[in-house]
């Protein structure tokens, strides 16, 4: 028998209170949704934000009554709901996957339960109909979801690689003698033993424990050298191993003893030195060979540089001090800085140092926001042999070519070299990475001299350390985009049958500069354009910035309200109420006592870890990071200052001293802890450096890993993470890759970006991964450093050697 209705109300049987109550929640959900709709709503239009939220808030509110009194216009209202949302998600965003879950999903599963609900206020009539509503919606929702664990946003290849003979080096004969295995920055291997065909056999052929875990804001960064039958490898805190290369047992290490600060500690990797192999030595003042018999103690030398700023060298089969480099083996770093505060690490080197012919080549890192007088960006390169000082490039005082005179110091504050540079040994020119001027994120007292060099790369002559040219990626940086990944030499077409020797920079901002190596010019067009002009009392701003049009950009489009995101529309409304209320005009808007967005963010567009160069066919393999960062100068009168620089740790809020603010800076994330801007948060793509065109483009990686407030996601969905390090390239055009969120090593073929292989790790990466043949057993293995995710509570101390499958 039919449900009659009365007076529009729905008659349900005495049977039915569960039915009643039901209807209840379900209208005291809607109605409670749509009141938190309706006020943010509110506050995002008086703020110029989109109507939608009010609409959708007042109109869920009704239908929240309506169900109260069990009137079946409410489903209809959920209906038009549901298509008013639809047409209005397509309009505002198109049909983009990610950007649609948070507004159409919710309507999904309301309309879902509205559909299986329907026939409790418009009778059995209708119970047909409705059953279809609800399967269909149940029928998307399952699309969705098994949607969620697919790629989207991808750029598929359409074109071949054009492939060049390379020399290839599979007998054994190759070391990893360099942090990128070459001096020229490409991370490339010629190797072709491991391809395409047989990746997917790889499996653990030897791992082992380091016995010392990152801690605080320290972190495990490693990229091995190998050196014949010795893998060499770094701890955090500097201590160095020496590993059998196909056994991974340990032959030696050794302990610089560095304090532990927990504050900043990194080693990205070693330094390797043989005096009897250099070619063409640099001849130069008091100029002394190695002090031990080159057949003896000390032929072989790894160079580290320890957290506490000394230079130190270490017989590389023994693991002895090499007692005739400096003084007794170690050269303090500290030497013409004048002060530098000890309990906190203000000036050390997480990067590996450069090792060209018989120098050693070194930056500084500095403690990033802690004042207008910390200790130099000065450049200096050492001998190898003997580590004397061999010249120094004081980026304040030009005259100062080596040691500061007496009573003075190289010049305070001046940009620095944390990173890595390359080097081409045919021109002899190293090309410098440039940090910005400290503070980051105030610039009033900067001097014009050293204003040039900020976020610059800077070539200097090896054997003078004379400036020969100088190009500058971002003007007055007051957003800290200094220049984080180590340049990549590549020879490019010139159109005309010939090559032009290139220098790839990719940059926090998500722009790459190609230039012409020996001059600076841009080979790829660079376009000066205006950016906007407000700025902090005291400060100022370029009128115009560098972009690099000529190639491909990642991340680094003008946000709009419509780029905001969230897991459910109630977060992603917040995003936008957000975002209305910062101060942000484009990419360039400066830092203002009123909360700023700076995107792409501080931490890239592309950091570190750099970029890996296919040298046999010229793809350019890069990842990225896209993480918007707020940033607010507060008024330093305000603040307690002291309880800013008590500490060791690295706070949300930097000092800044000497300046009139301190800055406050945070992820500009969710209610929920997600980015509030839609993934991806990070890709893997190729760009062809022969026509600088992108070839293809993939999220990186998937929230499986993930941790938001402590809990876990648990679930492969390929959003796109933030990444760190870099890949390695082979011959056989594979891309090995390990600095994702999720603890996987994986393999790519850098025609296509599709993955061919991945290996679960018992945490995750943030280094570089290496390979080699060993010369002994002629295996080719693929080495990965697992000291844990960025973001990630799980730390480990793992390095983990693949291999083929040994043969009978």
Not at 708 to 726: D, F, K, W
Request: glycine letters at 10%.
């Amino acid at each position: 028998m039919d449900i009659s209705t009365k007076n529009g109300a729905a008659a349900i049987p005495p049977d039915s209170r569960g039915k009643r109550v039901a209807l209840a929640v379900f209208g005291v959900f809607l109605g409670l949704s749509g009141l938190a709709l309706a006020a943010g709503g509110m506050e995002l239009i008086t703020l110029g934000g989109s109507w939608y939220y009010l609409l959708a808030g007042l109109g869920l509110t009704l239908a929240g009554v309506l169900y109260l009194r069990r009137k079946p216009l409410a489903s209809a209202i959920v209906a038009a709901l549901l298509v008013a949302t639809l047409l209005w998600a397509v309009w505002e965003i198109g049909f983009g996957f990610w950007p649609m879950v948070p507004r159409l999903a919710p309507f999904l599963v309301i309309g879902l339960v509205a559909a299986l609900v329907h026939p409790w206020l418009a009778g059995r009539a209708r119970s047909g109909q409705s059953r279809g509503f609800a399967a269909l919606f149940a029928v998307l929702l399952v699309a969705g979801f098994a949607s969620m664990f697919k790629p989207h946003g991808v750029l598929e290849a359409t074109v071949q690689p054009q492939q060049d003979a390379v020399a290839l080096a599979n007998d054994g004969s190759a070391n990893w003698a360099h942090y990128a295995n070459g001096l020229a920055g490409t991370r490339f291997a010629p190797f072709t033993q491991i391809d395409r065909q047989n990746v997917g056999k790889l499996q653990v052929a030897w791992s082992y424990r380091m016995g010392e875990l990152a801690e605080g804001a320290s972190e495990s960064q490693n990229t091995p050298l190998q050196i014949g039958d010795t893998v060499y490898t770094c701890t955090p805190t500097s201590k160095v191993i020496a590993l059998d290369a196909d056994t991974g047992k340990e032959r030696w290490s050794y302990d610089s003893r560095p304090a532990n600060t927990k504050t900043w500690n990194r080693c990205r990797g070693v330094g390797y030195y043989e005096p009897a192999k250099v070619d063409k030595p640099f001849r130069f003042e008091g100029m002394q060979t190695a002090s031990a018999p080159q057949a003896g103690a000390c032929a072989k030398r790894i160079v580290q540089v320890t957290m506490d700023a000394r230079l130190i060298q270490i017989d590389a089969q023994t693991g002895k001090l090499c007692e005739g480099f400096g003084d007794k083996g170690s050269v303090d770093l500290m030497t013409g800085l004048g002060k530098v505060r000890v309990n906190v690490p203000y000036y050390a080197y997480t990067s590996a140092p450069t090792i060209v012919r018989n120098l050693i080549i070194l930056g500084g890192w500095v403690f990033d926001g802690r004042s207008i007088d910390e200790p130099s960006g000065v450049v200096r390169a050492y001998s190898a042999d003997t580590g004397a000082l061999v010249w120094a490039w004081d980026l304040g005082n030009p005259a100062i070519t080596k040691l500061p005179p007496e009573g003075q110091t190289y010049t305070r504050s001046t940009p620095n070299m944390w990173s890595t540079p390359a080097v081409d040994n045919e021109l002899g020119l190293v090309y410098l990475p440039l940090g910005n001027e400290q503070p980051d994120f105030w610039g009033g007292k900067r001097p014009p001299l050293t204003e040039k060099y900020s976020s610059a790369i800077v070539a200097l002559d090896m054997a003078t350390g004379r400036e020969r040219w100088t190009f500058q990626t971002v003007h007055h940086d007051i957003w800290d985009y200094d220049v984080a990944a180590q340049p990549a030499l590549y020879d490019v077409p010139d159109g005309k049958g010939g090559k032009t020797p290139a220098l790839v920079q990719l940059t926090k901002r998500g722009q790459i500069f190609m230039l012409d190596r020996r001059t600076g010019t841009p080979i790829a067009e660079v376009v000066e354009k205006p950016v906007p002009q407000e700025h902090a009392a005291g400060d100022w701003v370029a009128k115009t910035q560098p972009y690099s049009t000529g190639m491909p950009v990642f991340g680094a489009q003008t946000l709009t309200e419509r780029d905001m995101w969230g897991a459910t529309f109630f977060d992603q409304l917040a995003c936008r109420i957000r975002f209305r209320k910062l101060n942000y005009q484009g990419e360039f808007t400066a830092p203002a006592t009123r909360e700023t967005l700076i995107y792409p963010g501080y931490y890239g567009g592309f950091n570190w870890g750099g970029a890996a160069v296919d040298e046999s066919n010229g793809y350019m393999f890069v990842n990225d990071i896209r993480m918007p960062q707020v940033v607010k100068l507060v008024p330093r009168e305000t603040v307690d200052v002291a309880k800013l620089t008590s500490g060791h740790g690295v706070g949300s809020t930097y000092p800044m001293d000497g300046t009139p603010f301190v800055i406050d800076h945070k992820a500009f994330n969710s209610p929920l802890g997600i980015p509030c801007q839609s993934p991806p948060w990070g890709v893997f793509a190729a760009i062809d450096l022969k026509t600088q065109k992108k070839v293809w483009e993939r999220p990186a990686g998937t929230v499986q890993d993930a941790v938001i407030n402590g809990v876990r996601a648990s679930l492969p969905i390929p959003l796109g993470m933030p990444t760190l390090g870099g890949g390695v390239s082979t011959a056989s055009g594979l891309v090995f890759y390990a600095g994702t969120q999720d603890y996987y090593l994986r393999a790519m073929d850098i025609a296509t970006g599709r993955e061919v292989w991945k290996a679960r790790m018992p945490v995750g990466s943030q280094g570089t991964p290496m390979t080699y043949v060993s010369p002994t057993s002629g295996r080719q293995y693929v080495v990965v450093v697992a000291g844990g995710a960025r973001q990630s509570p799980d730390r480990g101390d793992y390095v983990i050697a693949y291999a083929l499958p040994k043969t009978q």
